[in-house]
């Protein structure tokens, strides 16, 4: 199960040093000496059928794709898909995996457009070494994709949430510099729930509460 284990960990973005890197190496390699149907289906659709199999395979070709289900969908469904050896069943559920795919994308633009108009109208949001940008009726499934995009093109930490009576829940993702778990953890006093890494977490918050939070980090 090396190769499952690889993707989880590369899919999750955590630091590939110590066991995590062992483990992502030895599921690559077995990977590329006996891919699974979930995975061969997966590439075949995704215009990525030659050549060695990487961490950016994962990180770009295959993880996407799985979250999506997630995302817009049921994710208890990839597990059949990942432990099935039938491949006419794999070829059918990666044509819908793609389907979800090209859904988020469409999503992620809307959400990428939203937030960048936020930061051209407030300057200040994109300056003070951490951005946290919140709106009603972003899809909570797409913010840790528009918050990874954000932090690539800004190079500080970014948190996206969406407002939903009172209650604002989302994504944060981070610079290697900047630990953002530990970050939020400082200022914990007034969040609902959390959780991550260095690099990614997820949070909710009361909305009357964001200021004193920003501040804090």
Known sequence: ??????????????????????????????????LRAAFSSILALSNRKNGA??????????????????????????VHFL????EDYCDKFALNLEKFNDSRKSLVDAVYRSAKEML????????RG?????????????LGIVAGKLTEEFSFPAILLNDDNGIASGSARSIEEINIISAIQENDADLIRYGGHAMAA????PINKLPDFFNGL
Not at 22 to 31: D, I
Not at 61 to 72: D, H, M, Q, T, V
Not at 120 to 127: A, C, F, G, I, T
Not at 202 to 205: E, K, N
Request: proline share 2%; glycine share 10%; charged share 20%.
């Open 120 to 127: 051209e109208k407030e300057h200040l949001l994109s300056q």
């Open 202 to 205: 997820g949070l909710s918050i």
């Open 1 to 34: 199960l090396h190769d499952l284990v690889a993707l989880g960990t590369i899919a999750d973005l955590a630091e590939l040093r110590g066991e995590n890197r062992f483990y992502a190496q030895s599921g690559l390699l077995q990977m590329n000496k006996d």
């Open 130 to 142: 951490t951005m946290i940008l919140h709106k009603e009726g972003w899809h909570p499934g797409v």
């Open 83 to 86: 432990i099935s050896e039938d």
């Open 53 to 78: 199999i990487t961490e950016n395979t994962i990180g770009f070709n295959i993880a996407p794709r799985l979250n999506s289900a997630g995302r817009l969908g049921d994710a208890n469904e990839n």
